[in-house]
């Protein structure tokens, strides 16, 4: 098992000290570490395990049961796809199959260069733009499945530029 | 605790407020179905919905699992709606589920196919994917199946309720919901211990034990010498696999039945235990005297040591380096044994028939092979294999006689070995040894019975020589973390400490038989309370009645010294009787 920095122990272990004596601090401390980082791999859950001693096990299910939560490192660019009930009706699924079709992942997962992730989402409060599509904060309102590779298209001609 | 009335089918029955409903049926008498329900809420997940029932004035149907009784309920279990639901609920279970019963280890125990059987599930009923399936045998003692996994949570709880630390848990969501160890690896790459307690409350066949019946069939058929040891804890069990009530001691029959299975030698693992305290006693003595490390920890329990690896690698040093019983006696027998018969120990096979699914793991270490390459151990079936062995042989238990186990070379076993199946036995013995080694008389009440019982952590004192002598005992893992914190910290005021890794000890061993309420119809309803006193009374009474019960006056224990191994923790004793560990990762990749 690969080992973690004491740095990032630390740090880990002072966001699991925040919420002692919260009834149920583990959603809190996940959330937390998962903003931090962005991911929240078995080292890290070994960590808030021992700190906690609340079993891996438990953190496992915790962080595989809500979405929010990820295991893996998420991309540089995350690709929120609306698949709540208004985008859904407005073909949100032909949207989602298409981001994927195109960058060869599934949803939940990341490219092999690290630049996408694709993330099926719930309702995210826009449903007048239905379908509604995330990327690192910018959204996109009434997106069609014609328009997606032009999406794709735009944040590698970004990586392009900067590189 | 205050009663109320409740009527059942009609008939009117008083029970005590604050039941289940499933639990007050039981003390009137009656078995509802049940599955995801264990040990009165032990696990109590409210999720399969196999015990259904109709309350008067309810609209719905209730799950009598977690549904408590009120005064004046009118409760049915056999209303066509409740019958139907039921079935129902069974059918949605086998419709994800690989039914081949006629293969599976688990039929005759199985408690799916039984609430199948009862309910009239009819196959097929609901068609639909199948959840992928994982199956995980690469660690010597057990095999996870989800293709048979109910999602029960019988396992999770018990393994969390034993260890503190859970291994198994729920994880992903919905249809591909499973019970697995984090990131659904296999056992051998997480802190699991091998205890088999998740295994020993499965209901159905997606935890099991990992069978070496097959190894000893071969040793036979290719005429190996082969040898049988047992451990005390068996005797108290084996007869419940044949329908006597929990408790009967089995002794005799059980080596009659062994000698009838091909067995060259059947002998009795207590000869081991005795050796372990005369081992282990003289190594606390030594610490004590020469300034050691302490407290000294017993090693006799594999999912024990397993524990203290993972987690406690940086105390190490505590662990007494005794081998266990059992492993002890594999490697007298083929040193002391081999060459007394005149056998080449590479023709002998050594089998051992224990409680326990860790012992698998064990006899598997590398540090458990002597100098020529050999195994101390070669096979190790647990009780319930053992009888599966009977059974298959045709031997009607109930009808052999009693035999006695061989008694050349390592026939005389004392009580005290006789009590290391239970928790609190092994310091009993060794009390029993130490104190009259260092005084040179014996302690009067040859019983110290303040480490007997079930409580989590016992602990006590004796005087020697002017001395106190402080000690502890704890079994599951919860328990011992307590003990062990407190070393880690400098606080431990003990000087020695008994660790068992079941809880209850090896008569609650993971290869022993299942205890399941349904399945022993002649068994009082609180069963499940009682097992572990029942099985521990079956060995105290057997050191009672035992002319022989301190280690240090066991005569062919004494001689194997003069002839043999010179003296206690002696050169050659450290080479044959002891070991040593090593510290691992909880999580491995
Ligand atoms: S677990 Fe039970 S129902 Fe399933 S195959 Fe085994 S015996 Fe049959
Ligand atoms: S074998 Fe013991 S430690 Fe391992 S998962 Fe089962 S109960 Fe837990
Ligand atoms: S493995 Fe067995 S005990 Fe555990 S959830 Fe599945 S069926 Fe229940
Ligand atoms: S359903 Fe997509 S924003 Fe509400
Ligand atoms: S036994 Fe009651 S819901 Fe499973």
């Known amino acids: ?163 | 605790m205050s009663k109320i009335n409740i009527k059942i089918e009609g008939h009117p029955y008083q029970v005590e407020e604050g039941l289940t409903v499933i639990d007050a049926a039981r003390s009137c008498g009656y078995e509802i179905p049940s599955l995801c329900d264990f040990n009165h809420g032990e696990c109590n997940q409210g999720s399969c919905r196999v015990c259904l029932v109709e309350v008067k004035g309810m609209r719905s149907l209730v799950a009598s699992c977690v549904f408590p009784v009120f005064e004046g309920m009118e409760i049915s279990i056999s209303s066509p709606k409740a019958t139907a639901a039921r079935r129902t609920s069974v059918e949605l279970l086998l419709s994800n589920h690989s039914i081949n019963c006629q293969q599976c280890d688990k039929n005759g125990k199985c408690e799916l196919l039984h609430v199948a059987k009862l309910t009239g599930a009819r196959p097929e009923m609901f068609k639909g994917a199948q959840t992928p399936v994982t199956l995980d045998e690469l660690n010597p003692s057990i095999v996870r199946d989800t293709s048979k996994c109910i999602l029960c949570g019988r396992c999770v709880a018990r393994c969390k309720n034993a260890h503190g630390n859970g291994v198994l848990g729920y994880e992903n969501r919905g249809f591909n919901a499973i019970v697995a160890p984090a990131g659904n690896r296999p056992f051998d790459k997480t802190p699991c211990i091998l205890c088999g307690q998740c295994v020993s409350v499965c209901p159905t066949g997606a935890l099991m034990l990992k069978s070496e019946v097959q190894k000893v069939d071969e040793a036979m058929a290719l005429g190996r010498h082969v040898i049988v040891q047992t451990a005390p804890a068996v005797r108290a069990t084996l007869g419940e696999e044949f329908g006597m009530p929990i408790g009967t001691p089995v002794t005799g029959k059980m080596v009659a039945a062994l000698r009838r299975l091909g067995f060259e030698k059947v002998y009795d693992t207590d000869f081991g235990a005795d050796l372990t305290i005369m081992e282990e006693g003289t190594e606390l003595l030594g610490r004590i005297q020469n300034g050691g490390v302490l407290p000294m920890i017993t090693s006799c329990s594999p999912g024990w040591v397993n524990y203290c690896e993972t987690y406690y690698a940086d105390q190490l040093d505590h662990l007494s380096s005794c081998k266990s019983p059992h492993q002890m006696q594999g490697a007298i027998i083929k040193s002391y044994y081999a060459e007394k018969h005149g056998i080449n120990p590479k023709d002998i096979f050594v089998v051992s028939v224990m409680p326990c699914t860790a012992k698998k793991f064990e006899k598997e270490r590398p540090e458990m092979v002597n100098a020529e390459g050999l195994k101390d151990v070669d096979a190790v079936i647990t009780t319930r294999e053992l009888a599966d062995m009977i059974r298959r042989s045709g031997i009607v238990f109930a009808k052999l006689p009693d035999e006695d186990f061989d008694s050349d070379i390592m026939g005389e076993a004392s009580g005290a070995g006789v009590i290391f199946g239970v928790t609190g036995g092994v310091m009993e013995a060794a009390l029993r040894t130490v104190y009259h080694v260092l005084t040179g008389k014996e302690h009067g009440a040859i019983a110290f019975t303040s480490v007997r019982g079930f409580d989590g952590i016992k602990e006590s004192q004796i005087e020697i020589n002017g001395k106190i002598l402080r000690f502890a005992v704890a079994h599951g893992m919860k328990n011992a973390k307590v003990l062990m914190e407190q070393i880690r910290k400098g606080k431990s005021p003990y000087q020695f400490i008994e660790i068992m890794g079941c809880p209850g000890g090896c008569i609650n061993g993971g290869g022993q038989p299942y205890v399941r309420p349904v399945f022993l119809p002649n068994e009082d309803h609180d069963i499940l309370d009682t097992y572990m006193q029942k099985r521990a009374s079956a060995l105290y009474s057997e050191d009672q009645r035992n002319v022989l019960r301190q280690s240090h006056k066991n005569t062919q224990v004494q001689k194997l010294y003069e002839e043999f191994l010179g003296e206690p923790n002696s050169h050659k004793a450290h080479e044959l009787l002891h070991t040593t560990y090593k510290g691992r990762e909880p999580f491995r990749d």
């Open chain 1, 1 to 163: 098992m690969a080992h973690l920095s004491e740095a990032a122990v630390v740090k880990i272990n002072e966001i699991c000290d925040r919420y002692i004596g919260e009834k149920t601090p583990l959603i809190m401390i996940l959330s937390d570490i998962q903003k931090e980082y962005g991911y929240i791999p078995l080292e890290v859950q070994e960590i808030v395990s021992e700190r906690t001693g609340i079993s891996v096990a438990e953190i496992y299910g915790v962080v595989t049961f809500y979405s929010f939560f990820s295991l893996k490192p998420n991309g540089k660019y995350v690709i929120g796809c609306c698949l709540g009930t208004a985008c859904y009706v407005k073909g949100a699924q032909q949207i989602v199959d298409k981001f994927s079709e195109l960058l060869g992942i599934k949803p939940g997962e990341t490219t092999e260069d690290g630049l996408f992730t694709i993330d099926a989402l719930r309702c995210i409060g826009a449903c007048a733009i239905a379908p509604a599509v995330t990327i690192n904060g910018k959204v996109y309102p009434h997106v069609e499945v014609s328009e997606v590779a032009g999406i794709i298209d735009e944040y590698k001609a970004k990586e392009a530029a900067e590189a």
